[in-house]
């Protein structure tokens, strides 16, 4: 199975090819400007570096959330487009999993944290059990940092930039217990949405593409106004 998988989650974005488990080309590019300039760019070169055209991609994968607003529509909105142009399947991935599957076997809880902005952050709670599954403990929420880490009481690997943010507290929270990814791992790797869609995909779990939107965790600006609220800062990714 050949399959391409997009990540516009956060500021960094995306590509990767896999055919059948086997990384065949990836593509990161973290660059202040809108992923709409260069997505599609990005999506092309992935694709002549595996010698292979959009039609013989047989599904697509993409992370729906949460992540940034901007980013995640332009993410989905690409994917919905290559799906419904070759009529293959989509998987909708977590960004929170895409984050805490980089760490299989980890001993310790995996604690995925993006900075949600106003004091909050997009945050889980996973395990790696003992037969090689991820189990998640926790489900994905929209939280305040404190009264999240309150809840932690045993060993935790955080990764992703919230704990870049709230590094301090999380210390002061859990001490020794805590421990940190390096930073280079704190944003999505397209390679890990991928091997995630190939699963769902081949556990028939794949999403129409009809009917695929981004899962924010929280109501958009737009919706925030209209109720009177004060919107989040403008994230343009």
């Not at 991609?57 to 901007?70: L, Q």
């Not at 190939?198 to 929280?218: E, K, S, T």
Request: hydrophobic residues 45%; positive net charge.
């Amino acid at each position: 199975m050949n399959l391409l998988a997009v990540d516009t989650s956060t500021w960094t974005a995306g590509v990767a090819v896999l055919r059948d488990d086997q990384l065949v080309a990836s593509l990161e590019v973290t660059r202040k400007k809108t992923h709409a300039q260069r997505l599609l760019r990005c999506v092309d070169t992935a694709l002549r570096l595996s010698g292979l055209v959009l039609d013989q991609c047989d599904a697509f994968a993409v992370t729906v959330g949460p992540g940034s607003f901007t980013g995640l529509r332009i993410g989905v909105s690409t994917v919905k487009g290559l799906a419904f142009a070759t009529g293959k399947p989509v998987a909708a991935v977590s960004t929170l999993k895409a984050l805490a599957f980089q760490f299989p076997c980890s001993r310790e809880l995996v604690c995925p944290m993006l900075d949600a902005r106003k004091g909050q952050i997009f945050t889980a709670l996973y395990r790696w059990d003992p037969v090689g599954q991820w189990q998640e403990v926790m489900p994905e929420v929209a939280a305040d940092p404190e009264a999240w880490l309150s809840q932690m009481t045993e060993p935790c690997l955080f990764v992703g930039d919230g704990t870049v943010v709230y590094k301090k507290i999380i210390k002061q929270r859990l001490g020794p217990q805590a421990w940190f990814a390096p930073e280079y791992l704190n944003t999505p790797r397209s390679v890990i949405v991928a091997h995630i869609g190939a699963q769902q995909i081949r556990a028939g779990a794949g999403c129409d593409p009809a009917v695929l939107v981004p899962c924010y965790l929280r109501k958009s600006d737009a919706e925030l106004k209209r109720n009177g609220l004060s919107p989040c800062p403008k994230d343009v990714v």
